[in-house]
């Protein structure tokens, strides 16, 4: 079983900053592909960005490109996402989540590729 745990949301303003990380229970999380999620109220949950094992190669949703980034930090064994420009519609709770990764094209935009879940960080951008 593995254990995942988000921090770094908040409260900013429109245009700023914002670092979520999220660390494992496993000192193997290097095999493992993890996505962000979010989701706000009363909607359903949505893919944010996912990077894979090997060569980190990563994805975005196209709301986000240009203003995130995913990335592995092995000394922490964490995976952060850096968001910059926030918008009031990045507004929601983000979820973190991690599976085993075994290879192929076209994985990690979906919730039921992922078995191992956090239990999320409040992010709020103020207009």
């Known amino acids: 079983q593995v254990q995942l745990v988000e921090s770094g949301g908040g409260l900013v303003q429109a245009g700023s900053s914002l670092r979520l990380s999220c660390a494992a229970s496993?000192?193997?999380?290097?095999?493992?592909?993890v996505g962000w999620f979010r989701q706000v109220q009363g909607r359903e949950r949505e893919f944010v960005a996912v990077?894979?094992?090997?060569?980190?190669?990563?994805d975005y949703t196209d709301s986000v490109k240009g203003r995130f980034t995913i990335s592995r930090n092995t000394a922490t064994n964490t995976v952060d996402l850096q968001m910059n420009s926030l918008k009031p519609e990045d507004t929601g709770i983000y979820y973190c989540?991690?599976?085993?990764?075994?290879?192929?094209?076209?994985?990690?935009?979906?919730?039921?590729?992922?078995?191992?879940w956090g239990q999320g960080t409040q992010v709020t951008v103020s207009s």
């Open positions: 496993t000192r193997t999380f290097n095999n493992y592909a």
């Open positions: 990077i894979v094992p090997g060569d980190s190669s990563a």
């Open positions: 989540a991690a599976e085993l990764y075994y290879g192929g094209g076209d994985f990690g935009r979906e919730e039921l590729d992922y078995q191992y």
